[in-house]
C-alpha cells in the first residue's frame, strides 16, 4: 500500500510495471482495486497508476474536497507531487469526468484519454445513481461474480457525500458542446446495458477527429470487469496508437469490426 500526502490530506494509490506512465480513475461505485486486471495488461509497457480518489478507498475523507473541481484537482497534485510528467489517462464515472476536466485544463499533461461510462450531460445520468445508499448501487451495478467483487467490497467504503457532492455542478456535466476542439486522442467507451449512464445520442460521426466512441454489446456499467479480455484488447490497441494519432483509426481494423459495433 502506497500513500502520499497532498494538501494535508491522506491519498492512497498503487502502481505497477515500469516505462511511461498511465493513470487509472476509478468511478461512483468502488476504488482502485477493481482496475488490477486493466493495470496488469497496461504494465507490460507502462508504469501504471490507480488512485483513490478523495472519499474512496483508503484515502481520506474530507467533505470539503468533494466537488468535482477538487477530484480533478487531486490529480494534478498526485502528479506533480510523484514528478509525474505526460500520461495517459483510463477514467471511470467519476474518474473519466474528473480526467476528461483535467485533461482540458491541461493538455500538455495529457497525451490520450480513455474515458469509461462518461456522461455528457447530467441528464445522462440515472437519478438512483445521484442519490442511492451505497451498498444499493453495488447491487444495482456490479455483477455477482468473482471478477467484480473488488467494485462490490470497495463500493461500501466510500463515504456517501462523496457520490452526491460530485453532481453538486451539473454545468460541470455539460461536455457534449464543449469537446468540439479537444485536440488530445479520447476514446469514449461504453457498456451498451448500463442502466446508470447513458451513452450520447448525437451523430457520432460529427464527434471531433480526435474521439472515437465504440459501444461494447452485452456489458453494463463494468465493461472491464464485465468483458475484460475484450476491454483489455481495446485498452492495449488504444495504447498502440502513436501519441498525436486519432483513435479513429482503431475501427479500422478488421478484429475490431467484428468484435465491436
Known sequence: ???????????????????????????????????????????????????????????AHDANRYSLDQQSALLEHFMRELGIGKIALVGHGLGALAGFLFAMRHPTM??????????????????????????????????????????????VKADTLAVSTSFGSPESFNLASRIANINTACLLVYGQNDPAIAAPTFDTNLAPPMMHIITLDQTGHFPMLEDAARFNRLLTDFLSLESGETPRDLQLKEEWKRRVR
Open 1 to 59: 500500500m502506497s500513500a502520499i500526502l497532498l494538501d494535508g490530506g491522506i491519498v492512497h494509490y498503487e502502481v505497477i510495471g515500469r516505462g511511461r506512465p498511465i493513470i487509472f480513475l476509478h468511478g461512483w461505485v468502488g476504488s482502485w482495486r477493481y482496475w488490477v486486471p486493466a493495470m496488469q495488461t497496461a504494465s507490460t509497457s507502462f508504469r501504471a497508476y490507480a488512485v483513490d480518489m478523495w472519499g474512496f478507498g483508503d484515502s
Open 110 to 155: 495529457v497525451d490520450r484519454v480513455m474515458a469509461v461510462q462518461m456522461p455528457l450531460e447530467i441528464a445522462a445520468v440515472n437519478s438512483r445513481l445521484r442519490t442511492g445508499a451505497l451498498a444499493d448501487l453495488a447491487d444495482w451495478l456490479v455483477a455477482k461474480t468473482a471478477a467484480a467483487e473488488p467494485a462490490r467490497t470497495d463500493a
